[in-house]
């Protein structure tokens, strides 16, 4: 098992410019979740899904975007880069049953 | 808004000392749960603790909670190189029928050989 992959690993991009963060599970996870980690503020939560077909907004939803149409993938997109967005984007997911999260690698997007 | 708060935020330790690290959090939660990070890794569960909890241990690992104070402590003996990561809780709660999990600052934790 891969466990949870995310692509790109790093981007950089302009102000104004899109782009769309994937997360890949093959665990069968239910849950799904998207975190931006920035220095001094820990993990703060953007949107989450819990299946296929249904997003919630988080913590910190302004400027993103999400969707789940395969419970193996949790997209994130970003309509139009600002630098308050360059972060590092973690995907996590969880089976209904437990409530460890599994993380992936992370994606480490710069905006300039 | 951050519900953990993590101290200290980082500590620098002797190979073989045990390190703590303490979290405090703000309200009522289902569990909490310690996470470790390597550097320019992702997160990967270490321990669970329920609110009905007072004390876990996973090997090395101790985990106590005390919802009264709202507080919780990870403890590790006998530290390795090897556990030079940093270390986050995460208070674990309910909203609109899903489980978020709300993380701390983090604690850097170095051992030093």
């Known amino acids: 098992n891969a466990g949870v992959t995310q692509t790109p690993k790093f981007r950089v991009l302009k102000t104004g410019q899109s782009m769309t963060l994937l997360c890949a599970q093959d665990?069968?996870?239910?849950?799904m979740y998207w975190y931006r980690q920035d220095p001094g503020m820990g993990l703060r939560l953007i949107h989450y899904s819990v299946g296929e077909g249904t997003t919630a907004k988080g913590e910190v939803p302004d400027g993103y975007n999400v969707s789940r149409l395969k419970k193996q993938n949790f997209l994130l997109g970003l309509e139009s880069a600002a630098p308050s967005q360059t972060s590092v984007y973690f995907c996590a997911s969880r089976w209904t049953g437990s409530y460890e999260q599994y993380f992936g690698p992370g994606t480490r997007l710069t905006v300039t | 808004s951050q519900q953990g708060e993590e101290d200290p935020q980082a500590l620098s330790i002797q190979e073989g000392e045990n390190a703590t690290m303490n979290c405090s959090y703000k309200t009522s939660i289902n569990n909490l749960q310690w996470y470790r990070q390597n550097s320019g890794r992702g997160l990967v569960h270490l321990i669970l603790i329920r609110s009905n909890e007072r004390e876990k241990h996973s090997g090395r690992l101790r985990v106590t909670l005390d919802t009264s104070k709202k507080s919780s402590s990870l403890l590790i003996t006998a530290s390795r190189a090897a556990d030079t990561a940093s270390y986050f809780c995460?208070?674990?709660?309910?909203?609109?029928?899903?489980?978020?999990?709300?993380f701390g600052q983090g604690t850097r934790l170095t051992i030093n050989p």
């Open positions: 665990m069968n996870h239910e849950y």
């Open positions: 995460a208070t674990a709660s309910y909203f609109q029928g899903a489980q978020k999990l709300v």
